[in-house]
């Protein structure tokens, strides 16, 4: 991490932008608003020679999807460098939904977070409608609007990634650091699979019961660094079955999950699909079909925004779906006792990279075997002290091997289970 900035308060920025206040710091750098004739601006700096500049790139995704009258994307008004910082310059948004979270005893209501899913899953979904990944889904990264109080916005593009490449999906590889923040990452992103769009869509999902929980089950576990941090992160989100994550809560939250989970790597997801979980949610529940959150007062007096036309005519089909969506629900249930020898040709057909998928299959299995070793390990180790103590291990060979092979056999089940690439 680069060494912090020092106070840039009342800083002319292109002798037009005067910085007012520090608003935040971060791995790339700080975020200040500012001012320029009466209007409000938020300002992101980091320094020119910082060993991993973002604003440029960042920059130049904004102005990209600016261009596409962007879903909940701020606007941008430009990138400029001088006296050793680079500037981007955006419109000043609300509060992080972080904040908010914790400003409301870090709990939202079931209408909170079916309004909140709808709209953070539409700025996912038209970053992925434009050839981008986010690689960094989390509460801090989504605002509410100032102009706007009820829109909900998704920023920080840093680490976002283009995942069509020549019109070709990026290749499926193994190996990879895991980018991001760990709490929220999918199982596959800490197994060190390349991210597509499969991976934002499950830390969606894992955002969405961050809110209706509290807590996730692998939040505040104690390590000696980041590595056995992330380690253990991975371990307990494995062991962590969807149906425990989403006990208590509606069904549709727990479909999905596991449908993100059985996301192909370069499968397009079924945006419609997802949006018609929260929706019928809300149905169910009776709630309202409007931008309606925890933190509005009886007397707010502001318009709400009301769920489109389109959105209103997939609420009244939503009756009339209700059995395609539950069948299609259990398509991607039974994708997890499918031959996985069928599943794994069809991996192999969808990508042109074979060999890199059955070598990341392999690679995969090892990398759980790391996690589930830890937990055997005693296991075995007792079990050959018992028998060393009984006078019986040279006759009890078969027993050692049996339990030498225990891990193996875990990482197998559990690589079945929670990634799509199943192990026969």
């Known amino acids: 991490m680069d060494s912090p900035l020092k106070d840039m308060t009342g800083t002319i920025v292109n002798k037009q932008y005067k910085l007012i206040k520090k608003l935040g710091a971060g791995a790339f750098g700080e975020i200040y608003s500012s001012q320029s004739n009466g209007l409000e601006y938020a300002i992101k700096i980091e320094k020119s020679d910082s060993k991993h500049p973002q604003l440029e790139f960042e920059s130049k995704l904004y102005h990209y999807l600016n261009n596409h009258n962007g879903q909940g994307i701020p606007k941008y008004y430009g990138y400029y460098s001088h006296d050793g910082y680079n500037f981007l310059v955006m419109e000043l948004l609300g509060q992080s939904l972080e904040d908010i979270f914790s400003e409301n005893n870090r709990i939202f209501t079931l209408q909170t977070v079916c309004v909140l899913g709808i709209q953070m899953l539409e700025c996912i979904e038209f970053l992925h409608c434009k050839q981008f990944i986010h690689r960094d889904i989390k509460p801090d990264n989504f605002l509410m609007g100032k102009a706007q109080k009820d829109r909900v916005y998704l920023v920080d593009y840093g680490l976002a990634k283009r995942y069509i490449s020549k019109d070709l999906h990026i290749p499926y590889k193994d190996n990879k650091a895991l980018t991001g923040t760990a709490r929220y990452a999918s199982i596959n992103t800490h197994l060190g699979i390349e991210q597509s769009r499969r991976d934002d869509l499950e830390s969606l999902a894992y955002v969405l019961m961050y809110f209706l929980r509290g807590s996730l089950p692998w939040q505040n576990l104690r390590a000696n660094n980041q590595k056995e941090k992330y380690d253990r992160i991975m371990e307990k989100k494995l062991a962590t079955s969807s149906e425990t994550l989403c006990k208590n809560y509606p069904q549709q939250l727990l479909q999905f999950v596991d449908y993100t989970k059985n996301l192909k790597f370069d499968e397009k997801p079924d945006y419609q699909f997802i949006k018609n979980l929260f929706i019928s949610i809300m149905q169910e529940n009776e709630l309202r079909m409007e931008y309606i959150y925890d933190w ?62 059955g070598r990341t299959k392999t690679n995969s299995i090892g990398s759980i075997n790391k996690v589930v070793v830890t937990k055997t390990k005693q296991i075995t180790n007792n079990t050959i002290n018992s028998l060393t103590n009984q006078n019986t291990l040279p006759n ?10 225990l891990h193996q056999n875990l990482a197998k089940q559990i690589i079945k289970k929670h990634s799509s690439l199943h192990y026969q």
């Open 296 to 357: 509005d007062d009886e007397d707010t007096q502001r318009d709400k925004i009301q769920i489109r036309n389109d959105e209103k005519d997939n609420l009244l089909k939503t009756n009339k779906q209700s059995s395609n969506t539950q069948q299609r629900v259990n398509k991607y249930q039974e994708n997890k006792n499918l031959n996985s020898n069928s599943i794994y040709m069809r991996n192999c057909s969808n990508i042109n990279n074979k060999y890199s998928i």
């Open 396 to 405: 009890n060979n078969n027993n050692i091997n049996n339990y030498s092979k």
